[in-house]
């Protein structure tokens, strides 16, 4: 079983301290700066959205250079082997995939204009002369021996990494609440839903 990230919403309060974190600890190992996560907002909710680490990854599925495999319990994506084809970024369900690149200004702190595109563009189609724009997603810090950046900086712990143990844990304890559950036959299931565990 993959490793992965959960992200819990009713925790988040939309700080991006972890999207943060993230640019900074790929930044300091060489990688694109762009964070492997999004925070995003609908009305008054937020939540990270990051790579769910398919057991059957339909981005690794349509990789023409095989540039993301399945390797150390998650996917892993190798920036150097990338073409950015961005045919990943289409086929993830969950948007967790962004094409990015490190513009020009960003390479030896030259200083250039940053070119500005139509908002008819979209963004997965944008491209700027001299920028190799590869796939970005999350690695789980798969560098740091202290597991994912997100994870521990989130001030809420609305964050956590899971693993098997993880989900063994949790399995026993909602095996554990249901046996419990008091339940009548004269209770309808219904309304058992939104039992929090």
Same mark, same amino acid.
């Given at each position: *079983?993959? &490793?992965?990230?959960?992200?819990?919403?009713?925790?988040?309060?939309?700080?991006?301290?972890? *999207?943060?974190?993230?640019?900074?600890?790929?930044?300091?190992?060489?990688?694109?700066?762009?964070?492997?996560?999004?925070?995003? &907002?609908?009305?008054?909710?937020?939540?990270?959205?990051?790579?769910?680490?398919?057991?059957?990854?339909?981005?690794?599925?349509?990789?023409?250079?095989?540039?993301?495999?399945? =390797?150390?319990?998650?996917?892993?994506?190798?920036?150097?082997?990338?073409?950015?084809?961005?045919?990943?970024?289409?086929?993830?369900?969950?948007?967790?995939?962004?094409?990015?690149?490190?513009?020009?200004?960003?390479?030896?702190?030259?200083?250039?204009?940053?070119?500005?595109?139509?908002?008819?563009?979209?963004?997965?189609?944008?491209?700027?002369?001299?920028?190799?724009?590869?796939?970005?997603?999350?690695?789980?810090?798969?560098?740091?021996?202290?597991?994912? =950046?997100?994870? &521990?900086?989130?001030?809420?712990?609305?964050?956590?990494?899971?693993?098997?143990?993880?989900?063994?844990?949790?399995? =026993?304890?909602?095996? &554990?609440?249901?046996?419990?559950?008091?339940?009548?036959?004269?209770?309808?299931?219904?309304?058992?839903?939104?039992?929090?565990?």
């Amino acid at each position: *079983m993959n &490793r992965f990230v959960i992200a819990e919403p009713r925790k988040c309060i939309g700080c991006n301290t972890c *999207m943060a974190a993230c640019t900074e600890a790929h930044r300091k190992q060489g990688l694109q700066a762009h964070p492997r996560l999004t925070v995003m &907002r609908i009305g008054d909710d937020t939540g990270p959205v990051l790579c769910h680490q398919c057991e059957d990854a339909p981005c690794a599925r349509v990789c023409p250079v095989n540039a993301i495999t399945h =390797a150390a319990d998650s996917i892993l994506l190798d920036e150097q082997a990338c073409i950015g084809c961005k045919m990943c970024a289409l086929a993830c369900p969950f948007g967790a995939i962004t094409p990015s690149g490190t513009g020009i200004a960003g390479v030896a702190g030259i200083a250039t204009a940053t070119p500005i595109h139509s908002a008819a563009l979209d963004p997965l189609l944008a491209w700027d002369i001299g920028v190799r724009s590869v796939a970005v997603k999350c690695d789980l810090c798969a560098f740091s021996d202290d597991g994912p =950046a997100c994870v &521990r900086v989130c001030p809420t712990a609305a964050l956590y990494a899971a693993d098997a143990d993880a989900i063994r844990q949790a399995a =026993a304890v909602k095996r &554990r609440l249901a046996a419990t559950a008091p339940v009548s036959p004269e209770t309808p299931l219904a309304s058992l839903e939104g039992l929090d565990p």
